[in-house]
C-alpha cells in the first residue's frame, strides 16, 4: 500500500464497483442508518437493495465482523458496537485493521466511513495508518500507476449534514502528518540518518517559509549540549539539535515539542542484544511525530508561539563512544554520571527541554519519546504513557487520547520519592536508576524534568509511546493526532477546536504541590 494517494471528499461520487472497488465501514446501528439512496450509486449494478439489507443482518461484530456484497470487490465491516472507557469511541484502532483486511484490491478504491461528527478526525487518522508510504520491496519500483484511496465521510447523528471543506482540508494535513511520521520512522538508519532527518526538518520549513535553527557536532559541545553530543559523537553523521519556530503576531504563550530523534539505537558501549537492536530506527518516533504534527499545525492556523526541537544523534559504537563512568555537563549546567549508555534518549531530551525553558522561554514544554521498554509494560501496546506536573494536563492528554484514537494512560507522577533512584556520589545525578523495578518509566521522565526543575512555575508533559509507536514490523504515525488534539485550541481550524479537550472542564485531582491551585488554560 505504499504508492497510494489518500483523498477525502464531500463525495467520492457513483461507480460500479467492478472498476471501483468499496469499503463500507461503520459501527453497525450507525450503518443501519445509511439509507439505500446514497449507497446506490456505488453498488450498482452489482448489488441490489435486498442484498445490502441482507448483509447487514448478518453482520455480528465480536468486536468486529465483515460481509462481501460482491466476489472481491465490495466489502461492508462493522466495528465494535461498544468501547471501554480506556478506549477512543471511535475505534480507531479497529479502524486500521479492517482497512487493511477489508479494502478489496485495485488501482481505484473507495472508503465510505460511517459515523457521528465527533469521531471523524480520528477515523481519518486511523485510515492513515493503513496506508504505509515507505517500501523497499522491488515489486513496488516495477508498478508505475498511481493508486488512490477516495474517502467519503457519511455522518448520523446531531450535526450529520455534508463534511465541510475546511473539515477535509484539515483532515488531509493530519493525515498527511501520520503518514509522514510513519514514513520517517519505517526508514532505516542507512538511509535516515541525522543528515537526512535535517533534511526532512528543512524541507518542511522551506514548505512553511521557516528556517530551522541547527547547531550540530563540535558547535553542541562548545555550547554545552554534553547530553545530545555525548550520545551522538561516536557516529559517522553527527548529532544535532534543530528547531523550527512559528511566532505569529498575536500570540500569548510559547509553547515547546521537544522530539527524540536517536535514529538508530545500539545501546552504544552498554550493547544491546541481537533480539533487542532489531527495531532501533524506531527510536526517532518522537522526533518524527513532532515535525508531522508542526506542519499540519502551522498549515491549520497556529496562533501561539511553537517551537518544534528536534534532538537528534546516532547512538552507536566507536572509539570516540561514551563510556559507562564518563560524566557529562549538560545544557541544565547540571552534571550527569553516566552508568548505562543505552538510557540515551532522557540525556538528548535533557538538553532539548532546557534549551526549551532558557533560550525560547516557552510556558508549556512537551517532550515526546520512544523512551522506555518498561512503558509497554506500564500502560501496554496501545496507550502512550503521560508524566507530568500538571493534574490537569494529565487529564487533558487521557481525553485527547480518546478523542484524537491516540491512546494515553498516566503514570506515576512522585518525584519526591522517585528521583533518589538517580542519586550518585560524584555527578549531580546518574543517567540510570539503581532499581529498575521501582516504576522506571516515571523515573526517566522524572530524569528529563529535573533538567528544568520540579519547581518550574510552567507545564512540563512527558509522552512515552515507546510501544505505540509501532504495529508488529510497520510504524503507525503515533504522537502526531494526539498533539493536533492536545493543543486544537490554539489552532484557528475548528475540527481542532472540537477534539480538544483543553479550554472546557476536566477532572483534576487535588495535589501536585498545588501546581492547579490556577486553572491552566491552552487559550
Known amino acids: ?21 468499496l469499503l463500507l465501514l461503520g459501527q453497525l446501528h450507525h450503518l443501519h442508518r445509511v439509507p439505500w439512496s446514497h449507497v446506490r450509486g456505488k ?36 466495528l465494535p458496537c461498544r468501547v471501554s472507557r480506556h478506549n477512543s469511541p471511535s475505534a480507531a484502532h479497529f479502524i486500521t485493521r479492517l482497512v487493511r483486511t477489508c479494502l478489496p484490491p485495485g488501482v481505484h478504491r473507495c472508503i465510505v466511513m460511517v459515523c457521528e461528527q465527533p469521531e471523524v478526525f480520528a477515523s481519518a487518522c486511523a485510515l492513515a495508518r493503513a496506508f504505509p508510504l515507505f517500501t523497499h520491496r522491488s515489486g513496488a519500483s516495477r508498478r508505475s500507476e498511481k493508486k488512490t484511496v477516495t474517502v467519503e465521510f457519511f455522518l448520523v447523528g446531531q450535526d450529520n449534514g455534508p463534511v465541510e471543506v475546511s473539515t477535509l482540508q484539515c483532515l488531509a494535513n493530519a493525515t498527511e502528518g501520520v503518514r509522514l511520521a510513519a514514513r520517517i520512522v519505517d526508514t532505516p538508519c542507512n538511509e535516515m540518518n541525522t543528515d537526512t532527518f535535517l533534511e526532512e526538518i528543512s524541507k518542511i520549513g522551506e514548505e512553511l517559509g521557516i528556517v530551522p535553527t541547527i547547531i550540530r557536532d563540535e558547535e553542541l559541545k562548545t555550547r554545552g549540549f554534553g547530553g545530545i553530543y555525548g550520545v551522538g559523537k561516536a557516529a559517522l553523521h553527527p548529532p544535532a539539535l534543530a528547531v523550527l519556530s512559528h511566532t505569529p503576531d498575536g500570540a500569548t504563550q510559547t509553547i515547546a515539542w521537544v522530539g527524540k530523534g536517536i535514529v538508530y539505537d545500539t545501546g552504544g558501549l552498554s550493547i544491546k542484544g541481537k533480539t533487542t537492536m532489531p527495531g532501533m530506527k524506531r527510536d526517532c518516533g518522537g522526533a518524527a511525530a513532532v515535525l508531522g504534527a508542526f ?127 538517580f542519586t550518585s556520589a560524584v555527578a549531580d545525578m546518574k543517567n540510570s536508576v539503581a532499581d529498575r523495578d521501582n516504576s522506571p518509566s516515571s523515573c526517566a521522565g522524572l530524569f528529563i524534568a529535573s533538567h528544568i526543575g520540579f519547581d518550574w512555575p510552567g507545564v512540563w508533559v512527558h509522552l512515552d509511546i515507546a510501544a505505540p509507536v509501532h504495529a508488529g514490523e510497520r510504524a503507525t504515525g503515533f504522537g502526531v493526532a494526539l498533539l493536533l488534539a492536545l493543543f486544537g485550541r490554539a489552532s484557528e481550524d475548528p475540527l481542532l477546536n472540537l477534539v480538544s479537550p483543553l479550554g472546557c472542564e476536566v477532572d483534576v485531582e487535588e495535589g501536585d504541590m498545588g501546581r492547579d491551585s490556577k486553572r491552566r488554560r491552552l487559550v
Open 43 to 78: 453498488l450498482q449494478p452489482r448489488v441490489t437493495e435486498e442484498l445490502w439489507q441482507a448483509a447487514l443482518g448478518t453482520l455480528n461484530p465480536n468486536p468486529t465482523d465483515s460481509c462481501p456484497l460482491y466476489l472481491n470487490y465490495a466489502t461492508v465491516a462493522a
Open 1 to 21: 500500500m505504499a504508492n497510494v494517494g489518500l483523498q477525502f471528499q464531500a463525495s467520492a461520487g457513483d461507480a460500479d464497483p467492478q472498476s471501483r472497488p
Open 295 to 421: 506542519r499540519a499545525a502551522i498549515k491549520q492556523g497556529f496562533k501561539d508561539n511553537l517551537h518544534a526541537v528536534f534532538c537528534l544523534a546516532e547512538n552507536s559504537v566507536g572509539p570516540n563512544a561514551t563510556r559507562p563512568d564518563d560524566i557529562h555537563l549538560l545544557y541544565s549546567g547540571k552534571t550527569v554520571e553516566i552508568n548505562n549508555t543505552d538510557a540515551e534518549g532522557r540525556l538528548v531530551l535533557a538538553d532539548g527541554v532546557s534549551y526549551a525553558c532558557k533560550d525560547l522561554g516557552a510556558d508549556i514544554i512537551l517532550d515526546m519519546a520512544t523512551l522506555t521498554g518498561a512503558q509497554g509494560i506500564a500502560t501496554g501496546k496501545y496507550h502512550a504513557a503521560v508524566l507530568t506536573n500538571s493534574a490537569e494536563w494529565e487529564a487533558a492528554c487521557v481525553k485527547a487520547g480518546r478523542k484524537c484514537g491516540d491512546l494515553v494512560h498516566p503514570l506515576v507522577y512522585c518525584p519526591e520519592l522517585h528521583f533518589s533512584e
